[in-house]
T-cell receptor, first 114, second 112 residues
Framework: GQQLNQSPQSMFIQEGEDVSMNCTSS?????WLWYKQDPGEGPVLLIA?????ELTSNGRLTAQFGITRKDSFLNISASIPSDVGIYFC??????????????FGSGTQLTVLP | DGGITQSPKYLFRKEGQNVTLSCEQN?????MYWYRQDPGQGLRLIYY???????QKGDIAEGYSVSREKKESFPLTVTSAQKNPTAFYLC???????????FGPGTRLTVL
């Protein structure tokens, strides 16, 4: 299947700091999605991106669809303790066709220190 | 109150037994998906269904089976042929015209 490289694998930050994580691929994507997963729960959709260059915010979260269509990043500003969790990128490539299968990154584990 | 439900939350199975995981949605979504999640890895697609009475294998379908007799329901059976079934299983759904999948709370399966 397709490969999505998500980095960093884990992050330890102080409360109040900004966070940035990204996903890259050698394939072109039509859609980029960012999810957050709390321990033992299902992922929750944070932001969806549909156009190259698109920059979308959701509260303290901002995500961008890279202009090459092969990458995306997620920024979290002024982190708070409840930001702790695993953040996943996911995308749909041109080759997925009508099935609309998503490819997932391996996740970024975020820890916020008080 | 619309959403996706999965049951049970935790499931324990003895080796050699088949078990069925439930997934129900009342969002009127056309497509439903089953994923497997292992520690430190991304989600891997097991099976998906875009319409009732039709489903397709994903990347890791061996040892699993599904049915889609109703639009709202997409149960997953983990058979004894699955060599390493201990994992966290996630069900998702979406409208067939969109990419944004919504997930259930998951079922953690442990083989004893």
């Amino acid at each position: 299947g397709q490969q999505l490289n998500q980095s960093p694998q884990s992050m330890f930050i102080q409360e109040g700091e900004d966070v940035s994580m990204n996903c890259t691929s050698s394939s072109i994507f039509n859609t980029w999605l960012w999810y957050k997963q709390d321990p033992g729960e299902g992922p929750v959709l944070l932001i969806a991106l549909y156009k190259a260059g698109e920059l979308t915010s959701n509260g303290r979260l901002t995500a961008q669809f890279g202009i090459t269509r092969k990458d995306s990043f997620l920024n979290i500003s002024a982190s708070i303790p409840s930001d702790v969790g695993i953040y996943f990128c996911a995308g749909r490539t041109l080759s997925s066709g009508s099935a609309r299968q998503l490819t997932f990154g391996s996740g970024t584990q975020l820890t916020v220190l008080p | 109150d619309g959403g996706i439900t999965q049951s049970p939350k935790y499931l324990f199975r003895k080796e050699g037994q088949n078990v069925t995981l439930s997934c129900e949605q009342n969002l009127n979504h056309d497509a439903m998906y089953w994923y497997r999640q292992d520690p430190g890895q991304g989600l891997r697609l097991i099976y998906y269904s875009q319409i009732v009475n039709d489903f397709q294998k994903g990347d890791i379908a061996e040892g699993y089976s599904v049915s889609r007799e109703k639009k709202e329901s997409f149960p997953l059976t983990v058979t004894s042929a699955q060599k390493n079934p201990t994992a966290f299983y996630l069900c998702a759904s979406t409208f067939s015209s969109t990419d944004t999948q919504y997930f259930g709370p998951g079922t953690r399966l442990t083989v004893l």
